[in-house]
């Protein structure tokens, strides 16, 4: 069956279909720099002791990609994706993942209308702008499939029709770390698709400390109030986009992904080179530049490449230590 394309249904994502079809004007890089601020302050209300957490998924945000959290339970991972989303005022949208949830609670369905003698579209979660998914590795791959096409293309194909997907599109997906005989790994595909893997960890004394004074009442969440609305956000995406990468810089990028491939059994695909270029960029407009340093990519290498690698037979050292190892012996200036 021939694919169609076609919008996502009025009153759900009434935004999408314009959004693809117009380019938004770029903000000023100051005023982005400054929104950047004013978002990562507003999320540290709610979550404490994670700043660099925080900045790196406005990164990821504005570079038009997607955050794999990996941790055990009860850091706030499920709560900072909450408060980004209220920070952006954008549509949130949240999916349990569970062993029995099946493709279509994600992406939606068709339903017949008994009335019109018609089958009518009924759009999943995945329709939102911020969509956490929750403990993605407790359903099955086939259930987590689901969002591969969503995250790489900013659509969803179901019974043979397309449909785009609201802009922006962030899937900031958690990932639970214990409980290994009730998970299922990420297939590669999967991970390859997420722009960055972070960890929280636990805060430290003092932090939990004041995250106790925080929480012993009303949660703080219930009172965050948005900081800017999803078009600003769309602009000021627009705006990294337009962040200039010079040839040296890129042939610095494709040096450090070389390092990987030369010392791993897989090694960071093109796909990882284009997340990182992206991360770059928006952590350019982050320090207020319009133009990417190599300094850019060394702060987003980790985050951006470990999780893509898999050393297998090729030494002991896991993704990390092998992109400390990049950053380390890859020169900036080449060969």
């Known amino acids: 069956m021939t694919d169609t394309s076609e919008p996502v249904p009025d009153g759900v994502a009434s935004s999408a279909g314009s959004d693809s079809q117009l380019t938004p004007e770029p903000l000023p890089v100051s005023a982005v720099t400054t929104l950047c601020t004013d978002v990562a302050e507003n999320v540290s209300r709610v979550i404490v002791g994670h700043d660099d957490a925080i900045e790196h998924v406005v990164v990821a945000l504005l570079g038009r990609g997607h955050v794999l959290l990996d941790d055990v339970p009860g850091v706030g991972k499920t709560m900072l994706a909450r408060a980004i989303a209220t920070s952006v005022d954008c549509k949130f949208s949240r999916i349990q993942f569970t062993p029995d949830l099946l493709p279509s609670d994600v992406t939606g369905v068709n339903v017949f209308n008994q009335k019109n003698r018609e089958f009518e579209f009924q759009p999943g979660p995945v329709f939102g702008n911020i969509v956490l998914g929750d403990e993605i590795n407790r359903a099955p791959p086939k259930t987590q499939s689901a969002l591969l096409e969503a995250m790489e293309e900013t ?75 999803r078009e600003t956000v769309v602009r000021a995406r627009e705006t990294v986009a337009n962040v200039r990468v010079e040839e040296p810089v890129r042939e610095y990028a494709t040096r450090l992904v070389g390092y990987t491939r030369e010392h791993a059994r897989i090694g960071a695909s093109p796909r990882a080179t284009i997340s990182l270029l992206r991360a770059a960029q928006a952590r350019a407009v982050v320090d207020g530049r319009e133009y990417v340093v190599p300094d850019d990519l060394q702060d987003e290498a980790l985050a951006v490449l470990s999780h893509r690698i898999e050393t297998g037979d090729h030494g002991s050292k896991d993704g990390d230590e092998l992109v400390a190892d990049a950053l380390e012996c890859v020169p900036v200036d080449g060969p």
């Open 155 to 229: 659509q969803v194909t179901v019974d043979g029709t397309t449909r785009t997907l609201p802009t922006p599109f962030t899937v900031i997906a958690t990932q639970n770390a214990v409980d290994p005989d009730r998970t299922y790994d990420l297939p590669f595909a999967e991970r390859d698709r997420f722009m960055k893997k972070l960890r929280l960890g636990y805060p430290e004394p003092e932090q939990e400390t004041e995250l106790l004074g925080r929480t012993v009442g009303d949660h703080p969440i219930e009172s965050l109030e948005s900081v800017t609305d």
